[in-house]
Structures are given as C-alpha cells and as structure tokens.
C-alpha cells in the first residue's frame, strides 16, 4: 500500500533590509533638511553613548522604515527626516543599513521627526489603511501610521518655514499634543532630553534650528561647538595660570623688599642701644641674620 503526502508550500520570507528599496525616488525637499538632521544627531552623540555603551542604537536620516508588505516595495515604508531606535545594532550581519524592516526587528523608533517645507499637513494625515469598495487599499497618512501602526512614542513636526514645532506624545495608543515646558522646550522624557528651537549659524545657514538640550535646560554642543568651548576652557586656564604666575612673583618682590628694609634697619637700631637678641625679635629675625648685617 503506498501512503501519498501532500506537499506543503511555504509562503516566501518576508524580504529583509538588502532585498528591499533604500528610496522612493523623490528628492528632498530643501537645503536644509541634510544639515538639520546633522546637527541633532551630533549634538545627541554623547548621550546616546551614556545610555548605550555597547553602541545598540541605529539613527536614520531620510531612510525608510518598512512596516507593511506592497507591491511595490516602497508603498509599504514611510521615510521620517530622522529617527532614533534603541537597542538594535547600527550594523546588520556586518553590512551597513539601507533601510529599517519593523518586520524582522520589531522595535519601534523611540522618536521620529518630520521636516515640513509647506504646512506640514502631509505629515499630520490621519487616513487609516483601509479598501475600497473595488478593494483596493488606500494609501494610509504617515500620522495614522506612526501612530496606529509603529506605535512611535514621540512624534515631532518642524514646519521649517514658519519655525513651528509640534510635539506629540502616544499617550493610551492615541498622540497627545505636548505643551512647551518653562524653558519653551518639549520634554523627550523616554530620552532624558528637551527638544526646542535655537536660532544661529550652522553650516553656512543662520536660521532656525532643531536642538537637543539636557533636562536642566544645557544646550547639547555639536563637534565644532564643544572644540571652541575646549578652547575657550585651555585659554582661560592658561591666563589664570598667568595670573597665578604673577601674582607669586609680586608676592615675592614684595617680601624681598620687606625683607632688606629690615636688614637696612639693623645697624640703626643697634645704634641706638639695643642689643642683638632685641634687635632680632623687634625684626622678626634670627640672631644670625642680625649679626651678619650689623655693619651693613
């Protein structure tokens, strides 16, 4: 008797960071969309070191986040200005990321940040996934996504033109809006940062900047920043040691001559009657030195 078995057919695998599109074929948008995403994660480096000496960390800049399979690909990502994800490695399997698949990893960014041109109400579209009556799917608003679907605590759109930041907060599974703190900055709790805006020069660009700052209210620097600050540190040392340098050497010329203003003052005072011992101590001298410049 001979047993017949079915053939089992596995769907594929899902695709992973190598097999998928680092692009949707747009340009960015302006200018200053590659400095801004610079200049906050320079100036984030050294607390992102305290919080993960072993280096898990990956931050993304303009690359996508996959989180739904498509046709094609590139439909199923969304792709914030920057974002930040702890606790994967910044590495897979030796090769650099081209994009991150929330598939295969799943953890969620812990912040993302969108840099608005316009408006920025591409970026607060709240349209759900969903078919149509044809059944086809329609195309989800990036907000619903980060929201509903990756789940990501902290949600910031900067609307470059105007210099309006909106912060959000996934608070029970829904955005909160956040209130700007006492310093007009907005508190990044889960990151033991503040997010707020900084006016000045930064790559040949005075504007309107993104900045980090400490939970006291410190400017987090960047590379350029903390090497002037170093600077400025070492100069400051170097002429306090100067002062220290001159005032010993005034201290000291100020005793040399106290010290012979009291030697010439010997041979007067012996002059007058007093003896050597007398002398000495009216002099604050040894005996000694007394005797040594009595005929000075």
Known sequence: MTTSVNRVVLPPAFPDHTQLPESDGTFVKNFQEHPQSLILTDSLGQILQQRHPDGQYAIGQDCGIYWRETEPPEKGAEAPDWFYVPNVPPN???????????????????????????????????????????????????????????????????????????????????????????????????????????QGSYQNQEMLWLRWWDEEGNLLLIGDERAELEREIAREQRERADSAEQARQQAEQARQAEFQARRAAIPRLLGMGLSAEQVAEALSLSVEEVTENAGE
């Open 92 to 198: 897979l399997d030796g090769q650099i990321r081209r994009s991150y698949v929330l598939w295969r990893e799943h953890i969620a960014p812990l912040i993302a940040l969108e840099f608005a041109s316009g408006n920025g109400d591409e970026k607060r579209d709240r349209t759900p996934l969903s078919r149509t009556d044809e059944g086809l799917l329609t195309k989800p608003g990036k907000f619903w996504v980060y929201e509903q679907v990756m789940r990501i605590p902290y949600y910031g759109i900067y609307e470059i033109n105007s210099g309006r930041l909106e912060v959000y907060r996934l608070i029970d599974g829904y955005y909160r809006l956040l209130e700007l703190n006492e310093r007009g900055h907005f508190a990044i709790v889960l990151l033991g940062v503040e997010l707020g805006l900084w």
